[in-house]
């Protein structure tokens, strides 16, 4: 279990602070907390209604009606406080805590507070698949002050953090919490209201930010509403617009040049300025360039950090007209894709592959089949590093959502010097894009611009799109004939090639898809917080007789990731090299941290790996998830849901990774799906077994292939 602190102290006044987030800049507020009567509440109350001017907000429930809210959701009349309000700024900033450390996944943060006003516990969400905060928070307050009953739970996002496990509420359940603050609902389709509707069923009272009666000025309910947004912009985007949340990042002088008319550009901006794109980088799950950037920069695209989440490094070139000695093509600090379009320099291919670079090819490369394959391998933020050339499709495609521009005190002249966006086709003023919710803030001797470009249409916007509201538009979406939107406000994107392949598949309408733990059916991945029990050395026959946990050789490994990995190195000959890696990624402090180390010493050093590997590793599995799903309810009763239904026939499972064909379906649906075909066998194998207890089997026919 992964804490990240408790504080103990009593809270006389509230301060609701900035949480400076890379590009937002909220004025820091204080205010004292007191008692107000009734009557100066309901003239604040009527004040703050007349002061929303957003049209956003005309899906909340405006803090006049606090008569009426008093048996509203759960609600009583006191409603959302100014100390409501700072908590869940505080557990905003908690969650954003991870941000660069590990791999981007829904952010949360869980501040426990008794009903004294003490602050049992501070957690967050460190990683995919790691335990939850408030999972956290109600382990750490009951360890320092056993009793927690009564008190409050602020989280800045609607519990979901691993789909098929209501662990996380079941926790704040029995734990017996009175009230759950939540700044948002959970933007993913299959989480949203889930937790709150269940945590009122239990009869806790749950507020929720912007619907429940506010007792404070607007400007501080908005403020707070808005570090809650700002905390999960990436997932806001991912839900709404069914792409990574694309950030367009540039330096330009200030006569709006990237490079000299030469093409060189190294530096335009500070080194501060530089510092903070590292950061940037480090909070994406993929950094994207074209091939130009590549021929004339030949850059690296690394966090320039020893340690932290380092992003894929992707390179976009349809002829594959690069250098053969590119700083990308080594792969030792960070993985690499190359995305090309079908049958280009096939043999350039074959030779980036030798290197471990992946490489992907599209009947047709474009930045919109960039970010849908994207999309589809779960990612959440995309940072686009691109010259004018591919800046502009991708903008017009309405790929890129958010801009991080940073503007130099230099002036460069000449006509021929590019630009950071090139032709949009656009021949008047007002065809301009204007940027949504535009933050200047000084860097260093530069300013930085950031802002969301009409294809986001803002997060406040996102957050009513997806509560069913109309989302803002600050221009109408135009649609050309080639179905691609002109630069506003994009229609739906069209379908990624997996999302369309599911829909077209004969068995769309009884197929499970599954990859992220966040994801829906996310409690089947490898990488859900699910422990696993199992021996030390080399497995070889996942059918043969397993002792009960406690052999000497038996250990707990964090995650079904965890188990995998360390198998590859599992040896009887005693190697220290192999046991030292094997301690390493049992002790990874998450299951994409163990795949990293397993992934990357498996490539460096190829013979560490176990000789029988190729033979083992379904078998290794198969044991794994057997541990897995006979040990936690949650998965095993998600599991058993895409079974056999009367007539209904079950589910096939499959596990959607575009870039797997070997345990996944691939891109194309030509992949193995092994692990899908190894969770169906787990599945009947339940079912039998719950059978053979319900009604026992003459002995003929019961089995010796048991869990």
């Given at each position: ?16 602070h900035?949480h ?34 957003n ?29 409501d ?6 557990a905003?900033?908690?969650?954003d ?20 006003g ?26 320092e ?85 700002v ?31 030469m ?6 901006s500070?080194a ?25 920069d ?5 966090t ?34 190359v ?35 994207c ?68 860097s ?46 994009p ?33 089947l ?8 029990t ?34 590859k190195?599992a ?7 192999n ?20 992934r ?37 009763k998600?599991?058993l849901?895409?079974a ?41 194998e ?22």
């Amino acid at each position: 279990m992964q804490s990240v602190g408790t504080v103990a102290h009593e809270v006389p006044t509230v301060s609701v602070h900035s949480h400076q987030l890379p590009g937002h800049c909220i004025q820091h507020r204080r205010r004292g907390c007191h008692k107000t009567s009734a009557q100066t509440l309901s003239q604040q109350s009527k004040q703050s209604c007349g002061k929303r001017r957003n049209p956003c907000h005309r899906h909340r429930t405006c803090s006049h009606r606090l008569v009426q809210a008093s048996a509203h959701n759960g609600a009583s009349e006191t409603g959302i406080t100014g100390t409501d309000l700072a908590y869940l700024t505080r557990a905003a900033e908690l969650a954003d805590s991870s941000a660069g450390v590990s791999q981007p996944h829904p952010n949360s943060g869980c501040v426990l507070v008794s009903a004294t006003g003490i602050v049992l516990a501070e957690t967050y969400l460190a990683a995919q698949g790691t335990t939850s905060a408030e999972l956290q928070a109600v382990s750490k307050a009951r360890q320092e002050y056993h009793s927690i009953h009564g008190c409050t739970a602020y989280l800045n996002l609607e519990t979901g953090d691993c789909h098929g496990d209501n662990a996380s509420m079941l926790a704040l359940v029995q734990a017996e919490v009175s009230r759950v603050v939540i700044g948002m609902r959970h933007p993913l389709a299959h989480c949203r209201g889930a937790a709150i509707q269940e945590l009122r069923q239990h009869g806790i009272r749950v507020d929720v930010l912007g619907e429940a009666p506010c007792l404070e000025a607007v400007g501080l309910e908005e403020s707070a509403l808005q570090k809650c947004f700002v905390a999960n912009e990436a997932l806001l985007h991912r839900a709404a617009k069914h792409q990574p949340l694309g950030i367009f990042k540039y330096a330009m002088t200030l006569d709006g040049k990237i490079a000299t008319s030469m093409g060189h550009s190294a530096w335009v901006s500070s080194a501060i300025s530089r510092q903070h794109v590292f950061e940037n980088r480090a909070r994406s799950d993929a950094v994207i360039v074209g091939g130009q950037t590549v021929r004339l920069d030949n850059p690296r695209l690394t966090t320039r950090r020893d340690s932290g989440h380092m992003p894929i490094r992707i390179c976009m070139s349809r002829t594959l007209d690069l250098q053969e000695d590119a700083n990308l093509w080594d792969v030792s600090v960070a993985p690499t894709v190359v995305m090309t379009q079908r049958g280009a320099r096939t043999d350039f291919q074959r030779k980036l592959r030798a290197r471990g670079v992946e490489v992907v090819e599209f009947d047709f490369l474009t930045p919109h089949a960039v970010a849908a394959y994207c999309y589809d391998r779960g990612f959440l933020q995309c940072l686009w590093e691109c010259g004018g050339t591919l800046s502009a499709p991708a903008i017009a495609a309405g790929v890129i959502h958010k801009t991080l521009a940073f503007i130099a005190p230099k002036l460069i002249g000449g006509v021929r010097a590019p630009s950071p966006v090139g032709e949009l086709g656009n021949v008047e003023m007002t065809q301009s894009l204007n940027i949504i919710e535009p933050r200047w803030q000084g860097s260093g001797p530069d300013m930085l611009l950031t802002g969301y470009l009409p294809a986001s249409g803002g997060l406040e916007a996102l957050d009513a799109a997806l509560s069913g509201q109309p989302p803002l538009s600050s221009q109408p979406a135009a649609h050309q004939s080639n179905g691609t939107s002109q630069p506003g406000l994009p229609s739906d994107p069209p379908l990624s090639r997996v999302e369309a392949r599911r829909r077209t598949s004969p068995n769309a309408n009884k197929a499970v898809q599954f990859y992220k733990a966040w994801d829906a059916y996310g409690a089947l991945s490898n990488f859900s917080c699910h422990a696993v029990t199992l021996p030390e050395g080399p497995l070889t026959d996942a059918d043969a007789p397993q002792e009960a946990a406690g052999p000497p050789d038996h250990r707990e490994w964090p995650s079904v990731e965890h188990y995998y990995q360390a198998q590859k190195f599992a040896t009887t000959s005693g190697s220290i090299e192999n046991a030292a890696i094997i301690e390493l990624i049992a002790g990874a402090s998450s299951p994409e941290e163990a795949a990293r180390l397993g992934r990357r010493h498996q490539r460096l050093h190829p013979a560490a790996v176990r000789p029988d590997w190729d033979q083992a590793k379904l078998q290794v599995m198969l044991a794994a998830l057997r541990a897995k799903f006979t040990a936690h309810e949650g998965p095993r009763k998600l599991l058993l849901s895409t079974a056999r239904q009367g007539s209904a026939p079950g589910k096939v499972l499959q596990e959607s990774s575009p870039a797997d064909f070997f345990w996944a379906n691939g891109i194309d649906g030509t992949g193995s799906n092994h692990l899908g075909r190894l969770l169906m066998q787990v599945r009947d194998e339940l079912l039998l077994q719950s059978h053979n207890k319900a009604i026992p089997a003459p002995p003929s026919l019961q089995t010796t292939n048991g869990l």
